[in-house]
């Protein structure tokens, strides 16, 4: 039996207490809380309170979904960012740690930065998610930089909704070429420019995705992007939408 867990990204309540955020996602049936790792934000790299923020959580009867953070594998440098991360997502029980392809686009650098971190990853059984993002919109893309570890329960995709659609790469291929190395989905809708809209509002095939996605068990988490867009509505109005898709599709 397959089986979706619903959550919500933090990226929708920006400068919101992790007590508060934790509150609004349970109150609309969330499982999990995705935490936004930002230097803005209660939950960032350095962290000293992650006891107290873990219990939060617990108290609401969640789980962490998953670390969103902004490390770019394609960037040149050292790895020391991305092992901060790997801290961190142990630091708070996080099963996973969702990073950008980013930087220059070098698939080779990323493979290399990923490489040096595998050993952290595997020691801690920490999942990395690479979104399909910024230089590598599409699944065709975003898979030559997983695939050479060949470990997909390691190392992993995070399907955005909107860029592989947005990119050319239709729901149905995305899928398809993602296979076993699909690790977690991102719910969102926008219009035409882009401006987020609330799932089933904009133009983003989400029911396609939703019957792509109903033999597949994971993460479904609601990404609102309010820190970026703080004219659109309270995280509540899209969470509504979200939990009525989910209710639709759900296998």
């Known amino acids: 039996m397959t089986e979706w867990k619903f959550a919500v990204s933090t990226l929708g309540m920006p400068g919101i207490p992790v007590r ?24 960032h790299l350095g962290l000293t309170n992650a006891a107290t923020i873990r219990e939060q959580i617990t108290e609401a009867g969640l789980e962490i979904s998953a670390l969103a953070s902004y490390v770019q594998v394609c960037a040149p ?15 708070l029980n996080a099963p996973a740690i969702r990073v950008f392809p980013g930087g220059d686009g070098s698939d080779g650098r990323a493979v290399e930065r990923i490489a040096a971190v595998l050993p952290d ?5 920490i999942r990395l998610l690479v979104e399909t993002h910024d230089s590598h919109l599409t699944a065709e893309s975003v898979l030559r930089l997983v695939t050479p570890f ?29 296979g076993e190395y699909l690790g977690y989905f991102q719910l969102k809708d926008t219009t035409a420019d882009l401006t987020p809209v609330p799932p089933g509002e904009g133009r983003v095939p989400l029911a396609e995705c939703g019957r792509l996605l109903r033999p597949w068990s994971g993460w479904i988490s609601l990404e609102w992007e309010r820190a970026w867009h703080p004219g659109i509505a309270p995280v509540d109005v899209p969470l509504r939408a979200a ?5 639709r599709w759900r296998g």
Request: glycine share 8%; charged share 20%; net charge negative.
């Open 121 to 125: 990853l595997t020691a801690a059984g």
């Open 150 to 178: 060949a470990d997909p329960a390691r190392v992993a995709v995070l399907w955005d909704a909107l860029h592989p659609w947005r990119a050319g790469e239709p729901p149905a291929r995305t899928r398809a070429l993602l």
């Open 20 to 43: 508060e955020s934790a509150a609004i996602a349970a109150a609309h049936g969330c499982a999990g809380l995705e935490l936004r790792v930002h230097a803005d934000e209660e939950v």
């Open 243 to 247: 939990a009525e898709w989910l209710a």
């Open 77 to 91: 440098g050292p790895v020391g960012e991305l092992r901060a991360l790997i801290d961190l997502a142990v630091q």
